[in-house]
């Protein structure tokens, strides 16, 4: 038997959630968005499922994850009950209840305990630096090997067991029986949206949107793979070098336009953007643009005399790879990705 919480909404709007209360079941938000169809009414359903209060069904839900917050439901709510804010709130909301740690929830939730671990995280790195006497090229040997370790580390410490208990809460608790073959098949959806985001493309007038976050996946993850792999900042090889000058401006270019609409707060999904919101996009352009810097700096020979900047840039990475990355919004590029498999299994089913 389904167990209603009224006091669920007071919860979800730690996450971000505004006055989806007002909402009196029209059916608007339905009506106009492109994603809704006879068997998926987005984003009513959910609505209705946060307003009783029925966390387990909201648990065992893949729909917030196939959103992708164009703004219109909130655009034609005649109520003002931001139903697209909803969804996204109930993102952050999962992505709290996936996380074994419970570190992501307190993270959402609150501002100084965020802010608190990214001073920790700068005194860290100060430590480390005053430990190796501000040696420039232990800093930088220490601070590849900090990717590589952090990488592995966070992926099989912490999102690896969050994606099984997202599987186990949308397949294997709701009792969906899929057949190991079945998995096996449908492995392809789970890539395909990891690196193309193409659920985005239902949506109308996402096109330039879509784009946009389509060049942003395939310039982080390449800067990813130049940076840890390649070993851009000591590698010599000319190929090598160009490859992370064009992947690290294309990180920091396309962020600067995110950025900019979180700031003008013109566009629906950027009016009501919470400091995680922030915090992703920014550090993002940071990363890209002091990578850009360091290794220009390497180039030019000048490093050695501006230490600052690679000390920065190593804080950036830090804060990004053990509080952005596992605990952050990031998660909600990797949740949504299994979701879409997810849902295929289901189809399949």
């Known amino acids: ?52 209060g029925l966390e387990d069904d909201i648990k065992g839900s893949l729909k917030p994850w196939e959103c992708y917050y164009c703004g219109e439901c909130s655009t034609h709510c005649p109520q003002d009950a931001n139903p697209g804010e909803l969804m996204m709130s109930l993102r952050r909301y999962l992505t709290a209840k996936y996380d074994w740690t419970g570190l992501s929830g307190l993270l959402y939730k609150s501002l100084p305990l965020s802010l608190t671990a990214f001073i920790l995280a700068f005194v860290g790195v100060l430590a480390f630096v005053v430990s190796v006497g501000f040696e420039l090229e232990k800093m930088v040997h220490v601070g590849h090997m900090f990717e590589m370790i952090a990488i592995s580390t966070v992926g099989v410490v912490v999102l690896l067991p969050n994606v ?19 998995y096996v098949k449908s492995m392809g959806e789970l890539f395909i949206h990891m690196f193309t985001q193409k659920r985005a493309l239902g949506c109308d007038d996402n096109q330039f949107r879509w784009f946009e976050h389509f060049i942003l996946v395939i310039g982080y993850l390449s800067l990813l793979f130049t940076t840890v792999v390649l070993d851009w900042f000591a590698s010599p090889y000319l190929f090598v070098i160009i490859l992370g000058y064009v992947m690290s401006a294309i990180v920091f270019v396309v962020t600067v336009d995110f950025v900019s609409n979180r700031m003008k707060k013109k566009k629906e999904v950027s009016k009501h953007s919470q400091p995680s919101d922030l915090f992703f996009v920014i550090w993002l352009f940071l990363m890209g643009l002091t990578a850009f810097l360091v290794r220009l700096f390497i180039d030019l020979n000048i490093l050695e005399t501006n230490k600052w900047l690679y000390i920065f840039h190593l804080t950036v990475l830090v804060q990004w790879a053990l509080i952005i990355v596992p605990f952050g919004k990031w998660t909600h590029f990797l949740y949504r990705s299994f979701a879409m498999y997810f849902v295929k299994l289901k189809e399949l089913n």
């Open 164 to 182: 099984g208990r997202m599987w186990y809460f949308t397949i294997l608790k709701p009792k969906t029986k899929v057949p190991f073959m079945k």
């Open 1 to 52: 038997m389904a167990k209603i919480n009224p006091a669920f909404g007071k919860e979800l709007n730690k996450y971000g959630a505004i006055d989806f209360n007002a909402c009196y079941n029209c059916g608007n938000c339905t009506a106009v968005c492109s994603l809704s169809t006879e068997d998926d009414s987005f984003p009513r359903e959910m609505i209705r499922l946060s307003a009783l």
